[in-house]
Nanobody, 112 residues
């Protein structure tokens, strides 16, 4: 059973940084698309960033230039470096591996 596990969420002031990480076993990261999604209260879950098996990255317009997705194939981890955080980045962040595997989420709260 593949179960992604996120870590690194927390409370940070606006302008600050956080780094989220996601780890999983039982699946090969290098041949799957890896993604970070988020869901704010009262809103739909949205894609934040993704990296394909070929290493191509795409980002939501709202985080371009501030967030960076990366992967460590040897460690089977995918990370999201979040800089210049804004209150509107407050959400539960989820890791997704391929199409089927979701983590349970980690809460990021950005105070103004």
């Amino acid at each position: 059973q593949v179960q992604p596990v996120e870590s690194g969420g927390g409370l940070v002031q606006a302008g600050g940084s956080l780094r989220l990480s996601c780890a999983a076993s039982g699946i090969i990261f290098s041949i799957n698309t890896l993604g970070w999604y988020r869901q704010a209260p009262g809103k739909q879950r949205e894609l934040v960033a993704a990296i394909t098996s070929g290493g191509l990255r795409n980002y939501a317009d709202s985080v371009k230039g501030r967030f960076t997705i990366s992967r460590d194939i040897a460690k089977n981890t995918v990370s999201l470096q979040m800089n210049s955080l804004k209150p509107e980045d407050t959400a539960v962040y989820y890791c997704r591996i391929a199409l089927n595997y979701w983590g349970k989420g980690t809460l990021v709260t950005v105070s103004s």
